[in-house]
Structure formats: structure tokens, C-alpha cells
């Protein structure tokens, strides 16, 4: 899967760095927070499921 291990925050956006080589940064510019916004709504779900 997709692990994010860092949020990099940058002046026009972020960047997701997964530990997982395959996956390539994931650059979001600052405009795009809504869809960040549902991505770590997803990815917080699926850690919850994880652990419980």
C-alpha cells in the first residue's frame, strides 16, 4: 500500500514522501488542500481499521 512516512510542507504546497520506493513523491500545491484534506480523511480511516 501507500505508506506516507513524511509530509513535507513547502511555500507553495506539500509533499507526501512514501517510505515505499515504488511510489513517487506526491507534490500538492496549496490549492489542492481540499483533496489532502480527503486523502488523510482515507488514509486515518484505514490506520483505524488497521489497529482495531
Not at 18 to 27: A, E, V
Not at 32 to 40: A, E, M, P, R, S
Amino acid at each position: 500500500g501507500l505508506f506516507i512516512k513524511q509530509v513535507l510542507k513547502q511555500d507553495d504546497g506539500v509533499i507526501l514522501h512514501s517510505l515505499n520506493p515504488l511510489y513517487k513523491d506526491i507534490f500538492y500545491k496549496n490549492g489542492d488542500f481540499l483533496l489532502i484534506g480527503v486523502v488523510i480523511g482515507e488514509l486515518s480511516k484505514m490506520l483505524q481499521h488497521t489497529i482495531s
